[in-house]
C-alpha cells in the first residue's frame, strides 16, 4: 500500500504524494479508507484557528461553533464563532439541538447537530470528542495539533493574551490535554505547512474540494 507520508518532526512538514492516497500514521502505519470529517484539536496558540481558516478559503464546509465567551480582537461573529448567552446556549442544548458541548476556562463552546451534519472541518476540545458516537468517530480524522509549550505561549503574547491571562490559559490546557490520546495522527511541526495538510485531507475526505 503507498502512502501520503508526513514529516511531523521538526523539520519542514513534507509529503510524498503517490497513486493509493492514503495517509500515514505516527507509527508509520497507512490509514486507508475514507473519512467524512476532519476535526482539529489542540492547545491554545497550536494554529487551530489558522488551520482552519486555510480549509475555509480552499473551499470546505466549515463549522461555526457556539460560545459564551466575549469575542476577541480580529474575531467575527459567524466567522470565528457564534457568539450566544448563556440562556441560548443552555435552551439549545436543553431541546437537543446541540451535538457536543464543553466547558472550558468557565465559558462554554459547542457545535450543534446541523452543523455536524453539514460541515467538514471541526474544531473541538478533547471533551467534545469524548461525546463523538462511536460511528461517528470511526468516520471522523481527528489531527491533533501537539505543539511545544514554548511556542504556544509566544503565539499567545502575539495575539495579545497578555498577563494572568495567558498564564491561566496555559495551565487549562496542560489540564485538559493532559491524557488526550484519542486522535488518528498528531502533528508536532509548529511550522506546519497548512495547504500542504488541506491537500492530504483531500485525499481522505469524502467530497473534499481538493
Known amino acids: 500500500m503507498k502512502c501520503i507520508t508526513i514529516n511531523y518532526g521538526i523539520g519542514p512538514t513534507s509529503f510524498m504524494e503517490d497513486e493509493g492516497g492514503d495517509i500515514a500514521s505516527n507509527d508509520g502505519k497507512c490509514?486507508?479508507?475514507?473519512y467524512k470529517r476532519v476535526v482539529i484539536v489542540g492547545a491554545g496558540g497550536s494554529g487551530k484557528d489558522y488551520?482552519?481558516?486555510?480549509?475555509?478559503?480552499?473551499?470546505?464546509?466549515?463549522?461555526?461553533?457556539?460560545?459564551?465567551?466575549?469575542s476577541r480582537p480580529k474575531e467575527h461573529e459567524g466567522i470565528s464563532y457564534h457568539y450566544v448567552t448563556d440562556g441560548m446556549f443552555d435552551h439549545?442544548?436543553?431541546?437537543?439541538?446541540?451535538?457536543?458541548?464543553?466547558?472550558f476556562n468557565g465559558y462554554k463552546y459547542g457545535t450543534t447537530r446541523y452543523s455536524w451534519s453539514?460541515?467538514?472541518?471541526?474544531?473541538?476540545?478533547?471533551?467534545?470528542?469524548?461525546?463523538?458516537?462511536?460511528?461517528?468517530?470511526?468516520?471522523?480524522?481527528?489531527l491533533y495539533l501537539d505543539i511545544n509549550r514554548r511556542a504556544r505561549v509566544l503565539r499567545l503574547v502575539e495575539r495579545?493574551?497578555?498577563?494572568?491571562?495567558?498564564?491561566?490559559?496555559?495551565?487549562?490546557d496542560d489540564e485538559l490535554f493532559a491524557d488526550f490520546t484519542d486522535y488518528t495522527?498528531?502533528?508536532e511541526n509548529p511550522k506546519f505547512d497548512a495547504i500542504?495538510?488541506?491537500?492530504?485531507?483531500?485525499?481522505?475526505?469524502?467530497?473534499?474540494?481538493e
Not at 162 to 172: N, Y
Open 92 to 103: 439549545l442544548t436543553e431541546t437537543g439541538k446541540m451535538y457536543e458541548t464543553a466547558l
Open 51 to 70: 488551520l482552519r481558516e486555510v480549509f475555509r478559503t480552499k473551499g470546505w464546509n466549515v463549522d461555526v461553533a457556539l460560545t459564551t465567551r466575549p
Open 196 to 209: 500542504v495538510l488541506c491537500r492530504i485531507f483531500g485525499k481522505v475526505i469524502e467530497d473534499s474540494p
Open 160 to 172: 495579545g493574551d497578555i498577563g494572568d491571562t495567558v498564564e491561566r490559559r496555559v495551565k487549562a
Open 118 to 142: 453539514t460541515s467538514q472541518v471541526f474544531i473541538m476540545t478533547p471533551t467534545g470528542v469524548a461525546q463523538l458516537t462511536p460511528e461517528d468517530r470511526r468516520e471522523t480524522f481527528v
Open 31 to 34: 490509514i486507508s479508507g475514507k
Open 185 to 187: 495522527v498528531s502533528l
